[in-house]
């Protein structure tokens, strides 16, 4: 490896934020890229989410509802590193999107709001992170209000989700008695520079932290009558109880770092972010059909796990986004894809830097790119210079939504197709045919039921479609797999119907948990699979 590769390597860091709605994460990532100086002013927060909402216009729906609908990629620089941030649709009605975007990341920022604790979508972003093994750090937010205590919330995070914390500052005081934080490894306490915070709500960001001594917080007064002991106390329990730190397990995602701040007043960011800039991994490799890809590997390789149409609307556009997993990208690159098998050129790619693409010179491993894509990828495809692999497959999410879609107007009939074979490859629906196919209409499933909105906003915006939805009563979906399996014995009018996926997979959608138990004991020779078997996408 080139000194130069190493260099690159040893100081990216490729990670996402995951929480629940309102737990902070656009205030988070806005005083992040703050830090980094990608910005120049934080503004308000609504202000920004106007302004990023403004940049598609099928983003209209997410003005509309003030939510999240996609994710971006943003790059920013800070001490030395190259910090990629994957943004991820916060709304709690959320699609695979999501859960594809954690495939492109090394390490996760669970983000919590100090009064509310672990939130049901939390857990479901947590035990994405924890399936792939990426390191997750816990930042609890909110400490400049009244919050659940400390040593509660800890507790929370170790029962409901299953990790050993270890918390690296804990608290003093919360709501308007938040001082600061007692740094666990400094030994010292952390406070606003100017001791205040409760003037930072609005006007410049004050980034604000002070390290001071235990006695110089008692000589200026921070600390009140017997607070000292009593927080030394807590420290020697925490310590003498809990987790040991150990940089090791924080990186085999056996354990989480635990951090105490407030993201409005921008307090405790900055030592947050050296301490996970310092513990997170570098990029790592990932699996392929031959074997682990080094980040080191001579030759350029990368995956596909975005694809978003009509980012633009002048322009009609579509980007695939690819995380570069091994060697430089250059621009004007020919590349393999393994799929195709087909050398391709990839041309002006484009990195969203704060917001704003910019074109691409070069990328290293840890790297997103966004490339025009006039149609031909696919998520999941592998790019590769000098091999010939795919990597491993990106998880497609069992649908729990089922609607029948035909075209309000017979004659768009075409356009509704070629609508939901490009959603379909976006990952924004899933598109089934019925086993016994005749004239009926397509069945689309989703995750979240936000996306049926999204679908019906697409097609009318983008493929100049209206469409009619037709629910269906089905809210499990599973790919069968056996040497005994006849579809038809599946395909019962009522609780259960057999359909199949675009790779011409079976699969039987069932109406609820019962009717799918009631399969399974009935078919023991059978295996119910809630993701596409391998080969999907
Ligand atoms: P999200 O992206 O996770 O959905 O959360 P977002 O950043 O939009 O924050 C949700 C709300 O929580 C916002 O208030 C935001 O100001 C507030 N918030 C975020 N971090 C902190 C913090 O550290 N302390 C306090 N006290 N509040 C915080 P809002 O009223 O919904 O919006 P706004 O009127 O403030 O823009």
């Not at 260099?7 to 890229?33: V, Y």
């Not at 994405?128 to 209000?145: A, E, Q, S, Y």
């Not at 006007?203 to 002070?210: A, K, L, S, V």
Request: charge should be negative.
């Amino acid at each position: 490896m080139s000194a130069e590769m190493e260099q690159h390597i040893a100081r990216r860091r490729t990670f996402a934020i995951i929480s629940h709605p309102d737990a902070g994460k656009t205030t988070l990532t806005e005083k992040l890229l703050l830090l980094g100086g990608a910005i120049h002013l934080a503004g308000s927060i609504k202000a920004r989410k106007a302004k990023k909402f403004a940049t598609s216009d099928w983003m209209e729906l997410e003005r509309e509802r003030g939510i999240s609908v996609t994710s971006s990629v943003l790059q920013f620089s800070y001490r030395g590193f190259a910090v990629n941030l994957l943004d991820t649709p916060g709304h709690q009605d959320f699609s695979e999107d999501t859960y594809r975007t954690l495939s492109a990341a090394d390490a996760a920022v669970m983000l919590l709001d100090a009064a509310k604790g672990v939130e049901p979508q939390t857990i479901k972003l947590f035990q994405v992170c924890k399936l792939r093994g990426i390191p997750v750090f816990t930042f609890v937010n909110k400490l400049d209000r009244y919050g659940r205590p400390p040593l509660e919330l800890m507790d929370e995070v170790e029962k409901v989700l299953g990790i050993a914390c270890c918390p690296m500052n804990w608290p003093l005081g919360s709501g308007p008695e938040f001082r600061g934080v007692y740094d666990m490894r400094q030994k010292n306490l952390i406070v606003f520079r100017d001791n205040i915070f409760r003037d930072n709500k609005g006007g410049e960001p004050p980034i604000g932290e002070r390290a001071v001594s235990l006695e110089e917080a008692e000589g200026e007064g921070l600390l009140c009558e017997g607070e000292r002991d009593s927080l030394l106390e807590e420290v020697a329990l925490l310590e003498g109880g809990g987790e040991l730190f150990s940089a090791q397990a924080v990186r085999e995602a056996k354990l989480s770092p635990l951090y105490f701040g407030s993201a409005m007043t921008q307090f405790g960011l900055r030592p947050f972010l050296d301490s996970f800039l310092e513990l997170a991994p570098a990029p790592t490799g990932r699996h392929s059909t031959q074997g682990w890809i080094e980040p080191s590997r001579e030759g350029f390789s990368g995956f596909v796990f975005k694809i978003q149409a009509n980012m633009d609307p002048s322009h009609r556009d579509r980007m695939a986004f690819v995380r570069v997993v091994s060697g430089k990208y250059e621009k004007g690159m020919q590349v393999f894809c393994p799929r195709l098998q087909k050398e391709i050129r990839l041309a002006n790619p484009s990195q969203l830097l704060a917001q704003e693409r910019t074109a691409v010179e070069e990328a290293w491993p840890g790297d997103v790119l966004g490339f025009y894509d006039p149609g031909i990828w696919h998520i999941g495809d592998a790019l590769v210079e000098g091999g010939d692999f795919s990597f491993e497959e990106l998880p497609r999410f069992s649908p729990e939504h089922f609607v029948g879609v035909r075209a309000q107007n017979p004659l768009r009939r075409k356009q509704v197709e070629k609508g939901l074979e490009q959603l379909s490859e976006e990952g924004t629906v899933q598109v089934f045919e019925r086993w016994r196919m005749g004239m009926k209409d397509p069945i689309v499933g989703v995750v979240g039921e936000l996306q049926l909105e999204v679908l019906k906003f697409r097609m009318q915006h983008e493929y100049g479609a209206d469409i009619v939805l037709e629910r269906l009563n089905f809210s499990r979906a599973r790919w069968v797999v056996g040497e005994k399996f006849e579809p038809s014995v599946f395909d019962w009018e009522g609780n259960r119907q057999t359909v199949q996926d675009r790779a011409g997979r079976p699969l039987v959608l069932f109406r609820d948990e019962w009717a799918l138990e009631h399969a399974q004991n009935q078919h023991p020779e059978l295996v119910f699979l809630p993701h596409a078997p391998m080969g999907a996408l």
